[in-house]
């Protein structure tokens, strides 16, 4: 084995390694996004007449580590409606936010699964 593919095999090994010390550290793969995704929505959870305006919501979606121009798919798939310049969680929202929450919570409370 030549030594430029043993670095590329060793790399590969000390990933894995790294991943799994995540995984048993109670860091699953993917809930950084999930709490980031819940953190965004709960900016949106206020009643229709105090949503979000524009810059507001810009805003949420940077801070969360989503790109503004990704709003437009959260309203098609009906987790945030749109009322003028307000833009608030819907009923559907709400539940995919209590679902996730509920999700979250059982993570924190059992992190072996």
Do not use: C, H
Not at 9 to 33: N, W
Not at 47 to 73: C, I, Q, V
């Amino acid at each position: 084995m030549d030594e430029k593919a043993l670095v590329a095999a060793l790399r590969q090994i000390a990933k894995g390694l790294t991943e799994a010390a995540a995984v048993l550290d109670g860091d699953v793969p993917g809930m950084e996004r999930t709490a980031r995704r819940i953190a965004l929505m709960r900016r949106f959870d206020v009643p229709p007449e105090k949503g979000l305006d524009r810059e507001e919501a810009s805003k949420a979606f940077r801070e969360n580590g989503y790109k503004p121009r990704s709003f437009g798919g959260w309203v098609r798939r009906g987790l945030i409606e749109r009322d003028g310049d307000r833009r608030y969680l819907s009923a559907r929202g709400r539940d995919v936010l209590a679902e996730l929450s509920a999700r979250e919570q059982q993570a924190a409370q059992d992190p072996q699964g």
